[in-house]
């Protein structure tokens, strides 16, 4: 399959933890990445690889795999992480090279 | 620090051709991938395609075969991105992004995007 599936919305209490996921065969091979992006502005990365943050990325991201799932776990959800969230991975086939996003999952922050 | 800068907004007529360019600078243009994503009104993103600037090789996503040219100039570190025969579901922003090449895959520095608008 060239699909990722995410939840359209989640939400989350002040300070409390959420987890957002992602699932498709490509994630049986390959890691997602995971993107935040708020109104109006391009994409960023937050999490890459089994679990990596870039530069300027806060601690309380973190990302994790199992089987055909991905996760992005924020850990002490702050106001300013209501966004929108997308994974994304390369494509389970070989030839052609591809790559593909879920759906994107809106997070609320209550 | 990286930063990749897109060519300005665009407005066209349907069966129309846009060329969006994506200018790089502070990095070492040609050991990376330069990737096109677009979001509609609403919606998610969506990968377009890709090229290695340095090889000029390109994939592109089957649903744009034949319809999108991605190409690069190394000698002014920018990546175009063409898109022809356009319909009105076309009409997204479009973004460039750098892409680290080898697993793990991930997109680190994003263009600003360009809107394009296709309306008769």
């Known amino acids: 399959s060239s699909e990722l599936t995410q939840d359209p919305a989640v939400s989350v209490a002040l300070g409390q933890t959420v987890r957002i996921t992602c699932q498709g065969d490509?994630?049986?091979?390959?890691?997602a990445s995971w993107y935040q992006q708020k109104p109006g502005q391009a994409p960023l990365l937050v999490i890459y690889?089994?679990?990596n943050r870039p530069s300027g990325i806060p601690d309380r991201f973190s990302g994790s795999s199992s089987g055909n799932t991905a996760s992005l776990t924020i850990t002490g959800a702050q106001a300013e992480d209501e966004a929108d969230y997308h994974c994304?991975?390369?494509?389970?086939?070989?030839?052609?090279?591809?790559?593909?996003f879920g759906g994107g999952t809106k997070l609320t922050v209550l | 620090q990286v930063q990749l800068v897109q060519s300005g907004a665009e407005v066209k007529k349907p069966g129309s051709s846009v060329k969006v360019s994506c200018k790089a600078s502070?990095?070492?243009?040609?050991?990376?991938?330069i990737t096109w994503v677009r979001q509609a009104p609403g919606q998610g993103l969506e990968w377009m395609g890709r090229?290695?600037?340095?090889?000029?090789?390109?994939n592109y996503a089957p649903k744009f075969q034949g319809r999108l040219s991605i190409t690069a100039d190394k000698s002014t570190t920018t990546a175009y991105m063409e898109l022809s025969s356009l319909r009105s579901e076309d009409t997204a922003v479009y973004y460039c992004?750098?892409?680290?090449?080898?697993?793990?895959?991930?997109?680190?520095?994003w263009g600003q995007g360009t809107p394009v608008t296709v309306s008769s």
């Open positions: 992004a750098r892409e680290e090449m080898g697993s793990p895959y991930y997109f680190d520095y």
């Open positions: 502070g990095g070492t243009f040609s050991s990376y991938a």
């Open positions: 090229i290695i600037p340095i090889l000029g090789v390109t």
């Open positions: 994304n991975s390369r494509g389970s086939s070989g030839n052609p090279l591809y790559w593909v």
């Open positions: 690889g089994k679990n």
């Open positions: 490509s994630l049986r091979t390959y890691y």
